[in-house]
């Protein structure tokens, strides 16, 4: 990175601190996303992390707008450098039983008492992408697109993102026919094809097959 690129790429991360500097006098600031609404297979994932404000997570952006190696890297930077993050795990099955959204809510919620566990810290605010989280007694601001304007956000976005992208891959091995290793469980024409010729496997979720079959027939 050139000094010219560095200074642009700080000012970049300055600009994504502003709503946390917004809430400076707060002690725990928590960026909380998930990764996994949309897919035909596979479980949702959330995170939650609190970023110190003196390190420089340089490129940390929406997950979404990275590469996957980038991913990679910033995952085990965020995993070692964040005063404290959390992830939580909601299965195939459950997302049938109560609907996704119900079900990233239900991430959300043990991603944050995943970060309480372990880090003994319970966040004094969170800033959340896009949605308010039900039965979370702590103060929350829901930003629309807040991974690619809050860094705490984003961070969170990144842990859920390779964290569920983890999981994918050991499915592809259990399930080689589907294909997960290249598409995630995202309804791409390969992968239904494939729950077409194959039929769902445990992994699937139901409720969301209902329209592929409906079109099949």
């Given at each position: 990175?050139?000094?010219a690129?560095?200074?642009?790429e700080?000012?970049?991360?300055?600009?994504?601190w502003?709503?946390?500097?917004?809430?400076?006098?707060?002690?725990?600031?928590?960026?909380?996303?998930?990764?996994?609404?949309?897919?035909?297979?596979?479980?949702?994932?959330?995170?939650?992390?609190?970023?110190?404000?003196?390190?420089?997570?340089?490129y940390?952006?929406?997950?979404?707008?990275?590469?996957?190696?980038?991913?990679?890297?910033?995952?085990?930077?965020?995993?070692e450098?964040?005063?404290?993050?959390?992830?939580?795990?909601?299965?195939?099955?459950?997302?049938?039983?109560?609907?996704?959204?119900?079900?990233?809510?239900?991430?959300?919620?043990?991603?944050?008492?995943?970060m309480e566990?372990?880090?003994?810290?319970?966040?004094?605010?969170?800033?959340?992408?896009?949605?308010r989280?039900?039965?979370?007694?702590?103060?929350?601001?829901p930003?629309?697109?807040?991974?690619?304007?809050?860094?705490?956000?984003?961070?969170?976005?990144?842990?859920?993102?390779?964290?569920?992208?983890?999981?994918?891959?050991?499915?592809?091995?259990e399930?080689?026919?589907?294909?997960?290793?290249?598409?995630?469980?995202?309804?791409?024409?390969?992968?239904?094809?494939?729950?077409?010729?194959?039929?769902?496997?445990?992994?699937?979720?139901?409720?969301?097959?209902?329209?592929?079959?409906?079109?099949?027939?």
């Amino acid at each position: 990175m050139t000094e010219a690129q560095r200074l642009k790429e700080e000012a970049r991360l300055k600009e994504m601190w502003k709503l946390e500097e917004e809430h400076a006098n707060l002690t725990f600031i928590a960026g909380v996303d998930e990764a996994g609404r949309g897919p035909l297979a596979g479980p949702v994932v959330a995170a939650t992390a609190i970023l110190p404000k003196d390190h420089l997570f340089y490129y940390l952006n929406d997950s979404k707008k990275m590469t996957e190696k980038r991913r990679e890297a910033l995952f085990l930077e965020i995993k070692e450098n964040a005063i404290a993050y959390g992830i939580g795990i909601v299965s195939p099955e459950r997302i049938d039983e109560i609907n996704i959204l119900q079900a990233t809510y239900e991430a959300m919620r043990l991603a944050i008492e995943e970060m309480e566990k372990n880090f003994s810290i319970i966040p004094s605010l969170l800033l959340n992408d896009a949605v308010r989280i039900p039965m979370v007694d702590i103060p929350q601001i829901p930003i629309v697109h807040g991974d690619a304007k809050s860094l705490s956000i984003a961070a969170a976005s990144v842990l859920a993102k390779v964290s569920r992208d983890h999981l994918m891959l050991d499915y592809a091995k259990e399930y080689p026919e589907y294909g997960f290793e290249k598409h995630k469980g995202y309804g791409t024409k390969a992968h239904t094809e494939a729950i077409l010729e194959y039929g769902p496997c445990p992994i699937h979720r139901r409720s969301f097959l209902k329209k592929l079959y409906a079109g099949e027939s």
